[in-house]
């Protein structure tokens, strides 16, 4: 069973930057896609970033060119840089990996102050 742990949030205002990790407890060069969502209170959970095991990026259009989204196979982590953060980027951020079936972590919290 894949175990996804989140990591880097926090508190940061807004302008600020956060580089957040998500560790697998296997190798992630199997998987067929790794993403980050985030789900805010009172808001459906919103897919930010896409990473394809062919390298293929995709951003949400309220990210792009603010968040930047890569992955470490020898350390088997993905990661996603969020710079120029806004108040409206507070969420849940939770990693998502997939194979035949979603594995998910446990999420980490970022707060963006104005």
């Known amino acids: 069973q894949v175990q996804l742990v989140e990591s880097g949030g926090g508190l940061v205002q807004a302008g600020g930057s956060l580089r957040l990790s998500c560790a697998a407890s296997g190798s992630i060069v199997d998987f067929w896609t790794m993403a980050w969502y985030r789900q805010a209170p009172g808001k459906q959970r919103e897919l930010v970033a896409t990473?394809?095991?062919?390298?293929?990026?995709t951003y949400a259009d309220s990210v792009k060119g603010r968040f930047a989204i890569s992955t470490d196979n020898a350390k088997n982590t993905m990661y996603l840089q969020m710079n120029s953060l806004k108040p409206e980027d507070t969420a849940v951020y939770l990693c998502n990996a997939r194979k035949y079936i979603a594995y998910w972590g446990q999420g980490t919290q970022v707060t963006v102050s104005s």
């Open positions: 990473i394809t095991s062919g390298g293929s990026i």
